[in-house]
């Protein structure tokens, strides 16, 4: 895409993944009160990942997939508890304004599964070698917290997914109970699901930048598709200054917004 000036007018929302459902909904309802908003766009994946993308992440990247579960575990009854559901209140609220105002909504972000290919192959060689490296230490041990994280997490992602009216208790006790389950094995297979929370955090921050542009490019073709001047764009904090500038450079108007200038 080029840089050139358009008559498209971003409203950039920035939120906390764990900010309560009523905030957001007041957050958005201000705005909405004074702006003819065309379409909603918000940072769920544009492509959920299936199991062979998972499989092929995880030749790659192991103690990353091992991580996408551990995380799940550990913020996904966290966000359940605090807006209902596994997926924020901003998407929430974002999907719930749309449909009242029979408005569009779209997904925008890219899964940092997709992305891991891409990455350097040193990534690959010390994943691998601290995956295995816990496996030759307690393989049983080790092997059977892999088993519970894998069996767990899936049961969360598709909690998640589906959006089930008993997500909030569900997501308790598949996540925060399935954390208990580990507790009583030693510290090696403690650390080994640690690991994989590390390297999960390290990917996503390493993909951060990429993931913006990829946002920011389905965004303005979207909206340049259906000659919109007026959209609402909701992603997490972190990724505003990113995505801010990435509009700008395309000559797009962006109004910034989150829970302190709202």
Not at 25 to 38: G, M, N
Not at 95 to 105: L, N, Q, R, S, Y
Not at 195 to 212: E, I, P, Y
Not at 248 to 256: D, K, L, N, P, R
Request: charged content about 15%; hydrophobic content about 45%.
């Amino acid at each position: 895409m080029g840089s050139e000036s358009t008559d498209l007018t971003v409203h950039l929302h920035g939120e906390s993944h764990f900010r309560s459902y009523e905030a957001v909904q007041r957050s958005l309802e201000k705005l909405t009160a004074s702006v003819d908003i065309d379409a909603f766009y918000h940072e769920l994946p544009s492509e959920v990942p299936g199991m062979k993308r998972y499989i092929q992440t995880a030749l790659r990247n192991p103690l990353y997939v091992v991580g996408v579960f551990v995380t799940q575990m550990i913020y996904g009854p966290r966000v359940a508890l605090t807006c209902g559901h596994q997926q924020g209140a901003e998407n929430q609220v974002i999907k719930e304004f749309a449909a009242a105002a029979d408005t569009p909504v779209t997904r925008i972000d890219t899964h940092p599964s997709y992305l891991v290919p891409e990455l350097s192959l040193i990534w690959t060689g010390v994943s691998w070698i601290v995956f295995g490296g816990f496996l030759w230490l307690q393989p049983i041990a080790v092997g059977l917290a892999l088993v519970l994280i894998l069996l767990l997490g899936t049961g969360l992602t598709y909690l998640a997914r589906k959006e089930s009216d008993y997500e909030r208790p569900l997501a308790v006790l598949l996540g925060w109970g399935g954390i208990l389950l580990l507790l009583p094995l030693n510290f090696i297979p403690l650390t080994f699901a640690f690991a994989g929370f590390v390297a999960h955090g390290l990917v996503v921050r390493a993909t951060l930048g990429r993931r913006d542009i990829e946002m920011v490019n389905r965004t303005i073709q979207d909206a340049t598709a259906h000659d919109y001047t007026q959209i609402w764009v909701s992603v997490g904090y972190k990724h505003l200054d990113g995505m801010s500038d990435a509009f700008e450079s395309h000559g797009v108007e962006v109004i910034c917004h989150n829970e302190t200038n709202n």
